[in-house]
């Protein structure tokens, strides 16, 4: 049963213009979200977190947007640029006090020059 | 430098043997898990480990084996019994594990490549 989904495998866009990336959960007691980046043969980096009671945390050139009446966030990147071209991985904490991440199944990101 | 350590990078194991894979980290982290990558799934927890000398068992901990001696290092052991272990695996830590803490993102290390031949 997959708690947390990244259902589009794969985006590509323009160099400069925006990226969303899209991810839903089905768990209401998530109240911790995660998004991270990874490179082929590498192992994934820390990009950007939002907490439940919020909706919105910006960070840069990222964005992450939380909409839990719908179970819904997105990760939006603006402007792209060639070097955000990696796999996306969405997460939630897991309930209970354990720390356990759940990620989704990541979406590769293209950007083109 | 701190940061997470794998090794080796790339680990070939004929089918049938038992191998361990290293896990070290110089952060001070309480916290540490192991996971696996498959083609087009996500990361998928196999074992966790709170703090030092304990350790529960995630997702698909079947044929699979940790010890947490130290609290910098996390080894895991894939045994024969694992039906299918070619795949990516990566090891993360954390400070804690209190979810209100927004410390606790992990980190990861660069991860070893595991191929049965």
């Known amino acids: 049963d997959q708690q947390v989904k990244q259902n589009s495998p794969s985006l590509s866009v323009q160099e400069g213009r925006i990226s969303i990336l899209n991810c839903d959960y089905t768990?209401?007691?998530?109240?911790?979200f995660l998004w991270y980046k990874k490179y082929p043969a590498e192992g994934p980096t820390f990009l950007i977190s939002i907490s439940s009671i919020k909706d919105k945390n910006e960070d840069g050139r990222f964005t992450v947007f939380l909409n839990k009446s719908a179970k819904h966030l997105s990760l939006h990147i603006v402007p792209s640029q060639p070097g955000d071209s990696a796999v996306y991985f969405c997460a939630a904490i897991g309930s209970g006090n354990t720390g356990k991440l759940i990620f989704g199944q990541g979406t590769t990101l293209q950007v083109k020059p | 430098d701190g940061g997470i350590t794998q090794s080796p990078k790339y680990l070939f194991r004929k089918e049938g043997q038992n191998v361990t894979l290293s896990c070290e980290q110089n952060?001070?982290?309480?916290?540490m898990y192991w996971y696996r990558q498959d083609p087009g799934q996500g990361l998928r927890l196999i074992y966790y480990s709170q703090i030092v000398n304990d350790f529960q068992k995630g997702d698909i901990a079947e044929g699979y084996s940790v010890s947490r001696e130290k609290k910098e290092s996390f080894p895991l052991t894939v045994t024969s019994a694992q039906k299918n272990p070619t795949a990516f695996y990566l090891c993360?830590?954390?400070?804690?594990?209190?979810?209100?803490?927004?410390?606790?993102?992990?980190?990861f290390g660069p991860g070893t490549r595991l191929t049965v031949l």
């Open positions: 993360a830590s954390s400070p804690g594990t209190s979810v209100f803490i927004s410390t606790d993102t992990q980190y």
């Open positions: 768990n209401s007691m998530f109240d911790y």
């Open positions: 952060l001070n982290h309480d916290a």
